[in-house]
């Protein structure tokens, strides 16, 4: 069973900083896709960014050119630079991985509180 464990979240005032990291329990290159989701209170789970295992990366518009979503495979990590941060960005951040070509699996991890606020 694949685990998935962010880190990362926090409180940060506007136009702040915060680096995520979601380390899997097996290498990054076994995974199809590995992406970056956020829930804010009361509205449904959207997609932030992604990266495949050929390293192409995919961004949400309202992050284009603030967040970077990167990997180290020898870390078997996934992160998620999040700059000039806006209350908006608010929300519990999930990391999200895809496995597998006929029978494909999603494994999820718990997720990290990010704020951001003055």
């Known amino acids: 069973q694949v685990q998935l464990v962010e880190s990362g979240g926090g409180f940060v005032q506007p136009g702040g900083s915060l680096r995520l990291s979601c380390a899997a329990s097996?290498?990054?290159?076994?995974?199809?896709?590995v992406g970056w989701y956020r829930q804010a209170r009361g509205k449904q789970r959207e997609l932030v960014a992604a990266?495949?295992?050929?390293?192409?990366?995919d961004y949400a518009d309202s992050v284009k050119g603030r967040f970077t979503i990167s990997s180290d495979n020898a870390k078997n990590t996934v992160y998620l630079q999040m700059n000039s941060l806006k209350a908006e960005d608010t929300g519990v951040y999930y990391c999200?991985?895809?496995?597998?070509?006929?029978?494909?699996?999603?494994?999820w991890g718990q997720g990290t509180q990010v704020t951001v606020s003055s």
């Open positions: 999200k991985a895809v496995k597998g070509v006929y029978v494909v699996r999603r494994y």
């Open positions: 097996e290498s990054i290159s076994s995974f199809n896709v």
């Open positions: 990266i495949n295992s050929g390293g192409s990366t």
